[in-house]
């Protein structure tokens, strides 16, 4: 997590088991709203930024559903923890370990994300 | 059956019947006897003061005041269709119609009144009606939409205008003719009378008041062509309700030699034992009270069915009097009387304030020693549960700042918390107000339908409701119960506080708002996936009057929508969208048909006609919404806002232009609508419909919003719901012009918009609403509030905004950026969105699941 005046030229990165993964400029997210990203071995990552400029990464599938939508879903604040609700059914996944805030036995992945110049 | 159990026959299954049945078995008579209910009507018990309500939509089922499961849990055996016809009071049994003769040990008699008819000639001609049974409406109805246009009433008291409403509901030009000098000559006095003519004229009913009925003139056929009236004169009419008086139900006891009284009805004493025979019990409309008097309201009913059942069960009870408080329930006017309305008490004094131009007149009768005795009020019966309740006991304030309206000095501040403990709060029922309280604080009950179920206050003609609901809010107060109604976790205020601060301090920001009003440990964070689209939605809503940009996807608003609204589609279950381009009054050329087959069919999508009169395509990829939308705003297509919580479709009918029936433009009435509320973002969706006539092809009565066309203009019903529980809208106006119907649905959406909570629909909204519609109808109809012309500005700014959210996000290179699968390959395809085919067309090619179960569909917020 970084925060930086001069945003324009940084590049949003998120770490997989070889190094880090450069997805996308930062700019291109846009505060309380995610994207998806698509990672080299097919699989699929939701990235956020909150309000403070603070950048997360899931699993973008929805493991309720099936459907890779996580990175359309609402995001929001519980009990000082980041979080994304599903669009589709509703349930809410916690941003920093990817723990389902309504299910405790459903967890879906978490990247580790940063941005840098 | 045993010949040793004891026998209680009724006769009569009416309201009061029914009452006498619940009274025997809540005093556990029920299980130590037989019981046996003959029952003239085709149907069990019934709400005959709720009656009328027949014609705003509530149905025979929901008029029943009994199930089959009560009647079969006590043992009850009910006759229907099998009136009683003789009665043998030496061999102590009673001989039905069908033939049935059943011997009792107690014989009651609750056989209610007859409709009086004047024995004029031409009586019983086809087209003569009366008005006191759900068949007698039935009748109604159907002659009235075959064959008439113009209907009369004979007699303008209470029943007499009720049915006159009924008659003007149905699309009849409808009279009223009324021997006395004044209508409803009863209640009301010589001022009560003017001021309530001036307002049912100005409603459109014709009103002959000083006239009597001659002749019924019948035409070849056998059936009503008009009246001959006193003054000489011929009034043509298709129809005719008479509804002058009712007379008891008395010839049963008659013929068996029982006492009746002079002017009719079954002589009883203070237990309503008939006074000929201590084993016959008469109660409700047919008896004459030990007071000398027969009551033809349904409270003092009541009050015999417990006395007579009381006195069975060898309790004291007694009954000797009661107060014939009456409201009106016809549509739009106001007019009560309670307590002695006429001053007939000695040195009683009368405070008057009357205003003709507003056709309001308020009377209030005091006592001696400055207590109140009763009143008549016209125009304005706001105060009526109140003053009813105060009856007998010196008011707290002086009784002319009861009267004065609003505005007018000091208005009077007299709120149900006023009222002493034994104030009767429902007369009909005889429920007081410490009884309600007493439901609050002892039986723990929280909302008025709870109150009303353990209480019964507010289960019969209704008119206490309004007080009834103060009185909880009150007493929850005063007793500290604490209920969190804060929209969600980040905000403790209710979306209706919400929209007021929005509102008065212009706040164009989410963030803002949360910072500043939010609860102190949500504030600074990112919000919650409840408040946000809500915050969204009154920001848009309001988006023109307090400078907020109007697009869903400009600026912060776009991180604040719901995926639907982010992306304008509706998301499907395996990440597809669907597409819903707006077909006004779901009338289409066939130039649009073709455009959008070409473009389902250039991107395989699939296609189906809605419930909501358009047409969906399913099935397109994110990154494909830009491009079908290109296309289909090429063609002249807008947004449908399939996706928002927003006006949807406005369906119609052929209506007038093609259908034999019809007798307005339903499709143009529709579409212009349509076109008036589209994109207008409410707490919920909204659906409407128009109606070309009563026959009612678009269920505009299901609608939150529904229009029928009359012969006379337009009737607006609002309220009603499919979905999961259906409602039927209530009529709000009737007869209204282009103009008129308009304005209504500007202010009441409006009202809607402004009060109603997150996802509420005006369904719920408006049973959850203090005072309900009749709140509304003072609010939007009476502007009772004065916020009407605030309302209507509103909405005059909304329809002055409105931009094709789909043509602006075309033409908007930015916005555009964002519909792509992946930021970091914009153009392929997200690999999990896949399709088999199905019918011809394609479905969704569903992922297998990890986790096997799967919550209930729509059990999660919605
Ligand atoms: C497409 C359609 C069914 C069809 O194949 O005909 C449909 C489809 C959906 N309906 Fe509906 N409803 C459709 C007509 C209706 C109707 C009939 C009507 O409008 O005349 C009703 C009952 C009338 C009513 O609303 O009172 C209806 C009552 C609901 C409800 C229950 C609302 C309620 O108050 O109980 C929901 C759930 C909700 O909104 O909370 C719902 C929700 C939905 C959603 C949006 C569910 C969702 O969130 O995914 C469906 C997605 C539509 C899509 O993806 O495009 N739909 N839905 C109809 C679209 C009409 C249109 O042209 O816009
Ligand atoms: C349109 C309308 C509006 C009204 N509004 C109000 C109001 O706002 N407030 C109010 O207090 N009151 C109102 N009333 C009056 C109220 O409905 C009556 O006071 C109440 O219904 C009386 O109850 P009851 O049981 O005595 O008579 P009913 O309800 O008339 O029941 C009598 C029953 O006995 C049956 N019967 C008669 N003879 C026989 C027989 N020989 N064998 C078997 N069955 C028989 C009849 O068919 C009927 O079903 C209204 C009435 C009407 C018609
Ligand atoms: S509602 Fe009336 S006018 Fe419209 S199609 Fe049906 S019958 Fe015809
Ligand atoms: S006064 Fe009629 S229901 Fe309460």
Redesign the pocket.
């Known amino acids: 997590m970084t925060l930086a005046p001069e945003t324009t030229d940084l590049k949003v990165q998120l770490r997989l088991e070889d190094g880090w993964f450069t997805v996308c400029d930062l700019r291109l997210l846009i505060p309380g709203r995610g994207v998806a990203a698509l990672l080299p071995d097919g699989r699929q990552a939701a990235l956020f930024r909150d309000r403070a400029g603070r950048t997360y990464g899931i699993d973008n599938r929805d493991p309720f559903t099936g459907a890779a939508v996580l990175s359309r879903g609402l995001t929001g604040t519980h009990q000082g923890r980041p979080f994304v609700a599903s669009p589709l059914l509703k349930q809410r996944f916690d941003l920093l370990s990817g723990q389902c805030l309504d299910d405790e036995t459903v967890r879906v992945a978490a990247y580790d994300v940063r941005s840098t110049a | 059956m045993s010949t040793d159990t004891p026998t209680i026959v009724l006769?009569?299954?009416?309201?009061?019947?029914q009452r006498f049945l619940e009274a025997l078995a809540e005093r556990g008579l029920t299980a130590a006897h037989r019981v046996v209910v003959?029952?003239?009507?085709p149907r069990p018990a019934y709400d005959?003061?709720q009656?009328?309500s027949y014609f705003s939509g509530t149905t025979p089922e929901e008029l029943s005041m009994t199930d089959g499961e009560f009647i079969e849990r006590h043992g009850i055996e009910l006759h229907l269709g099998d009136?009683?016809e003789t009665i043998d009071r030496q061999a102590r049994t009673v001989t039905a119609r069908s033939g049935l003769t059943v011997s009792y040990d107690t014989l009651v008699l609750?056989?209610?009144?007859y409709p009086f008819v004047p024995p004029v000639p031409g009586k019983d001609a086809t087209g003569c009606f009366v008005?006191?049974t759900i068949e007698d409406l039935l009748a109604i109805e159907e002659y009235a939409g075959a064959r008439a246009t113009t209907g009369a009433v004979v007699g303008g008291g209470l029943?007499g205008l009720?049915a006159a409403g009924a008659l003007k509901g149905l699309g009849l030009a409808t009279h009223i003719v009324e021997f006395a000098p004044r209508l409803m000559p009863v209640q009301v006095d010589e001022g009560g009378g003017a001021a309530l003519l001036r307002t049912i004229e100005d409603m459109g009913l014709t009103v002959h008041t000083g006239t009597g009925t001659q002749e019924i003139v019948v035409g070849e056929e056998g059936a009503v062509t008009a009246m001959r009236l006193s003054d000489g004169s011929e009034l043509p009419t298709d129809l005719v309700v008479f509804s002058a008086g009712v007379r008891p139900?008395d010839q049963?006891a008659r013929a068996c030699g029982l006492a009746v009284g002079e002017r009719g009805g079954i002589m009883v004493d203070e237990r309503c034992r008939t006074v000929s025979d201590p084993r016959v019990f008469a109660i409700?409309?047919?008896a004459l009270a030990a007071d000398g008097r027969v009551y033809?309201?349904?409270?003092p009913?009541y009050e015999m069915a417990e006395t007579a059942a009381a006195t069975l069960a060898a309790d004291e009870a007694a009954f000797t009097g009661a107060d014939l408080s009456?409201k009106l329930?016809l549509l739009g006017v106001d007019v009560a009387s309670f307590g002695d309305a006429h001053g007939t008490t000695a040195d009683c004094l009368d405070v008057v304030y009357a205003d003709s131009r507003s056709g309001t007149y308020k009377k209030l009768v005091i006592g001696r020693d400055g207590e109140l005795l009763g009143g008549i009020l016209v125009g304005d019966a706001e105060a009526y549960g109140t003053l009813r309740a105060l009856t007998g006991s010196v008011p707290p304030v002086a009784p002319e700042r009861l009267v004065l309206p609003a505005g007018s000095g000091a208005p009077a501040e007299l709120g149900p918390s006023a009222l002493p403990d034994e104030a009767v709060v429902c007369s009909?029922h005889n429920v007081t107000k410490g009884t309600i309280r007493g439901a609050v604080t002892e039986h723990r009950c929280t909302t008025v339908p709870q109150v009303k179920k353990c209480t019964r206050a507010g289960t019969g003609?209704g008119s206490c409701v309004k007080v009834l609901g103060q009185l909880v809010d009150a007493e929850l107060e005063a007793s500290g119960v604490e209920v969190d109604k804060g929209l969600c976790g980040c905000f403790a205020q209710t979306r209706e506080e919400l929209y007021e601060i929005v509102l008065a301090l212009r706040i164009s920001s989410y963030q803002q708002l949360l910072d500043r009003y939010g609860r102190r440990e949500a504030r600074g964070g990112d919000g919650c996936e409840i408040c946000k689209p809500a915050v969204a939605s009154v920001i848009a809503s309001l988006a023109p009057a307090i400078g907020a940009d109007g697009h869903v996807l400009d600026g912060e608003q776009a991180a604040l929508q719901d995926t639907n609204d982010h992306f304008l589609a509706n998301l499907q279950r395996n990440g597809s969208y669907s597409v819903v381009p707006r077909i006004p009054g779901g009338e289409i050329t066939p130039e649009k048909l073709i455009v959008i087959g070409e473009i389902a069919r250039d991107f395989g999508l699939y296609t189906k006609i809605t419930g909501g009169q358009r047409i969906d395509m399913f099935g397109a990829r994110v990154e494909q919404l830009p491009l079908i939308w290109a296309r289909l705003v090429d063609a002249g297509f807008e947004s449908g806002h399939a996706y928002g919580k927003a006006l949807r479709t406005v369906k119609s009918c052929v209506g007038q232009t093609w259908c034999r029936y019809g007798v307005q433009d339903s499709v143009r009435m529709a579409i212009d609508l349509e076109l008036r509320y589209r994109g207008l973002r409410s707490p919920h969706k909204l659906k409407s419909a128009v109606s070309g006539c009563a026959r009612e092809c678009a269920e505009a009565r299901s609608k939150d919003f529904g229009v029928i066309a009359t012969a006379g203009g337009w009737n607006l019903y609002v309220g009603g719901n499919g979905g999961a529980t259906p409602r039927h809208a209530d009529l709000l106006a009737q007869d209204l012009t282009d103009a008129e119907l308009v304005r209504l649905i500007d202010r009441f959406l409006m009202f809607y918009i402004r009060t109603a909570d997150r996802l509420e629909r005006t369904s719920v909204w408006l049973e959850r609403i203090p005072g309900g519609l009749d709140h509304v109808r003072d609010v939007v109809v009476h502007d009772s509030l004065g916020i009407c012309g605030e309302l209507e500005a509103l909405m005059a700014a909304h329809v002055a905004g409105y931009r094709d959210e789909w043509a602006e996000t075309v033409n908007d290179p930015e916005k555009l950026a964002r519909f792509v699968s992946f930021v970091n390959a914009p153009d392929t395809p997200d690999p999990v969105v896949g399709f088999v085919p199905e019918r011809d067309q394609i479905k969704p090619d569903l992922p297998l699941l990890a986790i096997g179960t799967r919550p209930l569909e729509g059990s999660a917020q919605r």
Not at chain 2, 11 to 17: L, T
Not at chain 2, 38 to 41: A, N, W, Y
Not at chain 2, 296 to 299: K, N
Request: proline share 3%; hydrophobic share 35%; charged share 20%.
């Open positions: 006769v009569g299954h009416g309201m009061v019947g003959l029952c003239e009507e005959r003061v009656l009328t009136p009683a609750a056989t209610g009144s008005y006191r029943l009720e139900r049963l409700g409309e047919c033809g309201l349904v409270a009913g009456t329930k009909c003609c």
